[in-house]
């Protein structure tokens, strides 16, 4: 199997949705030979910031000279990226062996799309010899597949209101959803949290006599935003507990992570003709993250923007207004797409110059035009990761660089719009 075909078997696994429990899940692994027994886990749990913070906490420990495994999702730019060891990301021909070697157990134990990609990224740390996984939760924390790898540190990123349908309709239920993810007796890394989401945290404390960490500001991140010197400080604080060096190594590791690590998506300025800034902002309190670091930039920008469906749409792009004008609303390639013109509708009424445009790619043409000086993409992973494979096909700005630049080992039919 080519790793464009193992793709496709993946996303066509979609189609089973989400199925709630661990059972599954824990057999599947067991029938594999349980391979997350092979290395230690950090989880991160929370609403907002899990990508970056995993990121950073798994650069710190490369950098203290642990072979690191990384899982996140979802994906950017390839499916490839969810799953990478000391920042390489998992090759094209392991994921095409996995799914070869595997599809015998996936179908016994009708494994959905994502407890596929978490087996695959045991299965992948074990074969590499990984001594640490951090690892980013992908639903709530309670039933999500990742808790199947039994982690030593929980790392809280806080909780606000997402998937009321899922996880509940208040941010304290969100939080004890997620925080059931900590093990009894473990680490829990959280900053001291506002009213219900506080409470939840010290009755998980309580019940599972978890050992929790408060902390301290940082000082400094690898990304700009005021609120990445929080996830920074989750970071630092959790590489300090759990790692067992002294606070001088690890503080000297997690200083040049904060200089090396390049996190794409994330308040990401792009040079180009025009620049364009990158953001994953698809629910309120990222917009407002997005908003407050256009404030301080002084700038309004045109805009191209996508939401899914199951957002808070509305309230989304309200709180861009006096932020981006024009605006190009375009819809993400997503079974939870919300229409480019139902969006663009919504913009009209409050007040945005507006045009809509699909697909992304043409979306983000239309954007380059309307502005010579700023240009947005904002919203759905599923926009920002197309528009910025379209700006790299198009030339309309600077190459890849970094751990990005392993766009290019990806064979380009396996890179079509839509595949997040």
């Known amino acids: 199997m080519r790793y464009a075909e193992a793709l496709e078997y993946l996303f066509g696994r979609r189609r089973l949705g989400m199925k709630y429990g661990l059972d599954r899940m824990k057999a599947f692994l067991a029938d594999m030979g349980s391979p997350q027994e092979a290395f230690r886990t950090i989880h991160v749990v929370g609403t907002n910031g899990k990508g970056s913070t995993t990121a950073l906490l798994a650069e710190t420990a490369r950098l203290l000279g642990f072979r690191t495994g990384r899982n996140t999702s979802p994906h950017l730019l390839d499916y490839r990226e969810r799953t990478a060891v000391d920042s390489r990301w998992i090759p094209p021909e392991d994921v095409a062996s996995f799914i070869t070697d595997y599809r ?39 039933l999500d597949a990742t808790r199947t790898f039994g982690g030593r540190c929980t790392v809280f990123t806080g909780a606000d209101i997402e998937h009321k349908r899922i996880l509940g309709s208040t941010k ?106 990158f953001d994953v902002s ?56 919300l229409p480019a013109s139902r969006l663009g509708a919504e913009f009209e009424r409050l007040g945005f110059r507006t045009r809509i445009v699909d697909p992304v790619e043409s979306a983000l043409r239309t954007g380059r035009e309307l502005t010579d000086d700023l240009l947005v993409v904002a919203g759905s992973f599923y926009v920002v990761g197309d528009a910025m494979l379209a700006a790299w096909r198009n030339g309309w700005m600077e190459e890849p660089s970094g751990e990005e630049r392993q766009i290019l080992d990806t064979p380009q039919d396996a890179l079509m719009p839509g595949l997040h």
Not at 113 to 126: G, L, P, Q, S, V
Not at 134 to 141: F, H, K, N, W
């Open 172 to 277: 304290s239920i969100i939080a004890r959803e997620k925080l059931a993810i900590a093990g009894r007796g473990t680490i829990l890394v959280c900053h001291r949290q506002s009213g219900a989401v506080e409470e939840a945290v010290r009755d998980a404390v309580i019940a599972r006599g978890l050992d929790r960490i408060i902390p301290a500001e940082s000082g400094k991140a690898p990304l700009p935003g005021r609120h990445q010197l929080r996830n920074a400080a989750l970071a630092l604080a959790a590489a300090r507990a759990a790692f067992g060096r002294s606070q001088e190594e690890v503080d000297e590791a997690f200083g040049r992570a904060c200089e090396s690590l390049e996190w794409p998506g994330r308040l990401d300025l792009r040079r180009g003709d025009p620049d364009i800034l």
């Open 282 to 337: 698809h629910n309120p309190q990222s917009i407002g993250g997005l908003c407050a670091h256009l404030d301080a930039l002084g700038r309004k920008p045109a805009g191209v923007i996508g939401f899914l469906s199951d957002k808070p749409w509305r309230r989304m792009a309200a709180m861009l207004s006096g932020y981006l004008d024009p605006v190009v609303a375009t819809t993400p390639l997503s079974d939870r797409l």
């Open 104 to 142: 015998g157990l996936i179908e016994k134990h009708q494994a959905t799309f994502f407890e596929i990609t978490t087996a695959m990224a045991a299965w992948h740390f074990a074969r590499s010899g990984v001594d640490w996984a951090i690892v980013e939760a992908g639903l709530g924390g309670r």
